[in-house]
């Protein structure tokens, strides 16, 4: 099942209607109970005035005080257009003074001269109630007990009149802080639609950032701003890569006019001799862009778009180097190069993949070779604290003004006459930052050559360490 669309307006709105809609219910809720609370205590004022104006007619007589009122005002102080009005005055012997109904038990002891307001049944109504205890107008009189009850009809009505008057009022409040609320939301939102349809429109052709204006809300330019710096990241990617397609070009040319020449020649030829040298420059054609291809597909894979398919296994450098060193006997025989290895038979252990491992190391054997003198030294070393892999030469050495050049791809150095392809130091980089090392240049200790360092962070075991070895071949392959 998909998921719904995440809408941040829609977020917004519900984040603010619901909390609004929450805030205006208990505010009309609380209204209602203060404006019924206030209403109550001015029909309950109004019975404790009934009561005491009753209060006011007690007379004082041989028996006891006494109440009596003249027909008129009793039905003066009985009427009511809407409600019944109940009267009670007793005294403390329970002597019925004066009222017109039987009125129930008050269910406490009253305090003198304290009001007690409860709802009853009078009469078989509900009635409001107020009961109060004061003593009679002579010193030696008793108390007496006046009971004042009205029906509840007016404050029934009351309650509907204050429902009717607060719910609409509330349901308006709600329909214009909503629209207020969906009309700052959607203004304040129509900034991201102005940014989305910018970037709509956006042409990858120029790759240039995208405009920042003074009107965009603080919050939206982070976004703008990252979007800005991936924008950068690809143009920067776009036009490496586009260099690097267009060196690559122009390296694959040379020995594919080459070969093509070269053959030609050879078609062209009968004599046998010149027709082997023709196809002996074929050869060495063909091995040049052999190895052009292999380093391009290597660099290839090592770039770090690559990640997903490196398998990471532990490596063992001392084992490594000494195997790597047998593949390259040949060539350094070829160039009667002295190739040896430093360090312990095993025991030195990375994390890594084992083919670009071992890439790394030939291209740093196959650069020292190439560009080191013919008959000249080179050492390859592994430590074991810190891990570290090097390359050690006794050539030309690399000047410092160029060591960061010469691992720009198809780079050279000046005065070079090696067949290179000017690839292998930076396909050595790129594998060592891909396996989180450190590939730096640097003079080695008898001050003449270069020195190639690969620094790794740590190894993935405790490493037991045999006493190093050192070993070298003049001329002749590594046996271990």
């Known amino acids: 099942m998909p998921r719904p669309e995440q809408s941040l307006r829609r977020r917004l709105l519900t984040r603010l209607w619901m909390p609004l809609l929450g ?60 409600d019944r009005i109940y009267e009670n005055v007793v005294s403390a012997d329970g002597e019925r003074l004066f009222g017109n109904v039987e ?16 709802d009853e049944v009078v009469a078989g109504v509900p009635v409001r109630l107020v009961a109060i205890t004061i003593k009679g107008p002579a010193p030696e009189s008793k108390v007496v007990t006046i009971q004042v ?118 078609l062209r030829e009968t004599n046998p001799q010149r027709h082997g040298e023709a196809l002996g420059d074929i050869a060495r054609a063909v091995s040049r862009m052999r190895h052009l291809t292999q380093q391009l597909l290597t660099l290839s894979r090592s770039d770090p778009s690559s990640q997903g398919i490196l398998q ?75 891990v570290t892999l090097f390359v050690e030469d006794d050539g030309p050495g690399i000047p410092p003004a160029e060591r960061e050049r010469v691992f720009e791809p198809f780079y050279r150095p000046r005065h070079s006459t090696s067949g290179g392809c000017g690839l292998g130091l930076t396909i050595a980089r790129e594998i060592a930052a891909r396996h989180g090392a450190q590939l730096t240049i640097a003079d080695p200790p008898h001050g003449r050559g270069t020195r190639i360092e690969v620094v790794f962070a740590a190894a993935p075991a405790p490493l037991k360490v045999p006493p190093q070895a050192v070993v070298h071949a003049d001329a002749a392959p590594i046996v271990t």
């Open 23 to 82: 805030v205006l219910l208990v505010g009309g809720f609380l209204s209602f109970a203060l404006a019924l609370h206030f209403g109550n205590v001015v029909h309950d004022r109004w019975l404790l005035d009934s009561a005491q104006a009753l209060a006011t007619q007690l007379r004082s007589g041989a028996a006891g005080p006494k109440l009596t009122l003249p027909l008129s005002a009793v039905e003066m102080f009985e009427w009511d257009s809407v």
């Open 103 to 118: 009125f129930p038990n008050v269910p406490i002891v009253l305090p003198l001269d304290r009001p007690f307001y409860f």
């Open 312 to 386: 990471m296994t532990t490596v063992d450098l001392a084992q490594l180097a000494r195997a790597e060193l047998e593949r390259w006997a040949d060539p350094a025989i070829a160039r009667n190069v002295d190739l040896g290895y430093e360090g312990p038979d095993t025991g030195v252990l990375v994390s890594g993949e084992q083919q670009l491992l071992g890439e790394l190391l030939g291209n740093l054997v196959d650069n020292a070779i190439r560009y080191g003198e013919s008959g000249g030294r080179i050492t390859v070393g592994v430590t074991a604290d810190p």
């Open 149 to 266: 009850a009205e029906t509840i009809k007016k404050r029934q009505a009351l309650v509907r009149e204050i429902i009717l008057m607060l719910l609409p009022l509330q349901v308006a409040i709600l329909m214009a802080a909503g629209a207020f609320i969906w009309f700052a939301v959607t203004s304040s939102l129509a900034t991201l639609d102005e940014t989305a349809s910018r970037l709509r429109r956006y042409k990858p052709d120029g790759l240039v950032p995208v405009r920042d204006d003074h009107d965009i809300p603080s919050e939206v330019k982070p976004l703008i701003s990252a979007i800005n710096q991936l924008i950068e990241k690809l143009a920067e990617a776009r036009g490496a890569q586009q260099r690097f397609v267009a060196n690559a070009a122009h390296q694959l040319r040379t020995p594919l006019a080459a070969l093509q020449v070269q053959t030609e020649r050879a």
